[in-house]
């Protein structure tokens, strides 16, 4: 919440212009829907729950950003964020994926979120420990020779039973390693920190337990049966495991556990259900996909029946997940889709209703394709250059190159499926086809990308529209 108070609104689109072009409607209404959360936190405690999130449609062709515009947006705010495809939910009582499943999903991001900040925090305790751990394994009598002159001062006044007992002392001795000065412990610290004992082997002992495989059918989930594999090791008596590697390989298997044992687990599950209720994005994608079209029965199960099921978990109701009950009054939606065949009317009423938020993005033309390919931070000709970086060719495109291919995209778009920005993937892939295969004999070579080499490469597939269509 710290992070997202410090972006206004203009702050957030600024930022997704960073790696998305146009569609400035579309990353309006996000960014306000954004910043409404964080106004909500400040509102008195009577009104705090009366505001609901106002929830958004993106409707538009593939490729023009609808997908990016929310995952660049989670990655900006930190916020919990889960991707799912509505069409991959059946109405309840039918194989497949029940529509709360997308709230687990969604609070099994924010757990996963939460846990690294707070491992994160914990790390330097942790590494602490580990040293320790690992120099008791490089050198097992160390500790005992620090121990002794306490031992020996509590136990200054009294008197072994030796009468007893002697005879196993003896043999305990005999079998302890021998007591290791703390000098010689420092000495290896040292030798630890700076990395010459990373190739030692050492062996180290793993509490993790194996669960024993279990196969859940029907489509349902752990969460469903109400079952939690991460309880199982408790429940069959999970064992130690022994396992010999190099020091480097162990100081990061025991760094992980270390930090899993000091982070609270209850602490995780409070802190993501809190994250995800508040600050939780879910992006329903292929919505359109179970709109039912007029004149289409209305008894489609794998339609309506889904809309349906949706309809609550969008209005706010409690899902049990096993990390505790999600309140979903205060998560934020954003459904997706072309809407080629149906309309945003063909949803049932009460579902719309739910989705006040409603914006068309546009086609992308010659203009926007040049943007593409030369103002994000991840253009595709910087990722080509950097790609042939490797293997030492210089590639440079020129001014007209990319106006060239920017027409072409368009053009290849207009004629057959328009499928917006993915298609610069095929044309880019093609272009660079024989230059990519014969790049290793090319090495220390310097080879301009102009709009001859283009349309030398590209023409003849796209004149030829049979070809095109399979090709590009």
């Keep these: 919440m710290n992070k997202l108070e410090d972006l206004t609104p203009k702050q ?54 609808k997908t990016e515009i929310a995952r660049r947006l989670s990655k900006l705010t930190g916020a919990p964020f889960v991707k799912v495809e509505a069409t991959k939910y059946t109405e309840v009582g039918y194989v497949g994926r029940d529509v709360e499943s997308m709230v687990r999903d969604l609070m099994m991001v924010s757990v996963n979120m939460v846990k690294s900040e707070l491992q994160e925090e914990v790390r330097e305790e942790a590494e602490q420990r580990v040293e320790e751990q690992l120099l008791d394994l490089l050198l097992p009598g160390s500790r005992k020779a620090q121990a002794k002159p306490v031992l020996e001062g509590l136990f200054a006044n009294h008197k072994p039973a030796e009468e007893e007992n002697g005879e196993q002392n003896r043999v305990a001795e005999k079998d302890a390693p021998p007591a290791v000065s703390e000098a010689t412990r420092e000495k290896f610290r040292g030798k630890l920190q700076n990395g010459e004992l990373d190739e030692k082997e050492v062996e180290v002992t793993l509490s993790r337990s194996n669960g024993p495989a279990i196969e859940i059918f029907s489509g349902q989930n752990l969460e469903e049966i109400d079952l939690n594999l991460g309880n199982l090791g408790n429940i069959f008596g999970g064992k130690k495991k022994k396992k010999r590697t190099s020091v480097k390989r162990a100081k990061d298997i025991l760094l992980q556990e270390e930090m899993e044992r000091l982070v609270d687990t209850d602490q995780v599950a409070d802190l993501a259900r809190q994250r995800a209720e508040t600050l939780g994005i879910i992006f329903v994608d292929e919505i359109d996909k179970i709109a039912v079209k007029e004149g289409r029965s209305s008894g489609d199960v794998s339609r309506e029946g889904v809309q349906r099921d949706i309809l609550p978990i969008v209005e706010g109701s409690k899902v049990n997940t096993k990390f505790g009950v999600v309140d979903t009054s205060h998560v934020l939606f954003i459904a997706a889709g072309a809407f080629h065949m149906a309309k945003p009317s063909d949803l049932i009423p009460e579902l719309q209703g739910r989705f006040p938020i409603r914006v068309e993005l ?55 499926q328009n499928i917006g920005a993915r298609r610069l993937h095929t044309i880019m892939e093609l272009l660079l086809e024989e230059l990519s295969f014969n790049a290793p004999e090319l090495s220390g070579q310097s080879i301009p990308i102009t709009a001859d080499y283009v349309r030398e490469r590209l023409q003849d597939v796209v004149k030829d529209q049979d070809l095109s269509r399979y090709i590009l």
Excluded: C, H, W
């Design 362 to 416: 546009e086609a992308l033309v010659t203009e926007d394709f040049y943007k593409i390919l030369t103002q994000p931070r991840n253009a595709l000709t910087l990722q080509y250059t950097e790609l042939m970086k490797t293997e030492g060719v210089a590639i440079e495109f020129t001014d007209d190159a990319i106006q060239e291919l920017s027409r072409l995209a368009a053009e290849v778009n207009g004629q057959s």
């Design 12 to 65: 957030i689109v600024s930022e997704l212009d960073k790696y998305i072009i146009g569609q400035e409607k579309a990353k309006k209404a996000v960014a306000i829907a954004l910043r409404n959360r964080v106004r909500r936190q400040k509102l008195p405690d009577n009104l705090i729950d009366e505001v609901a999130p106002k929830n958004i449609i993106m409707m538009g062709p593939t490729g023009v950003g």
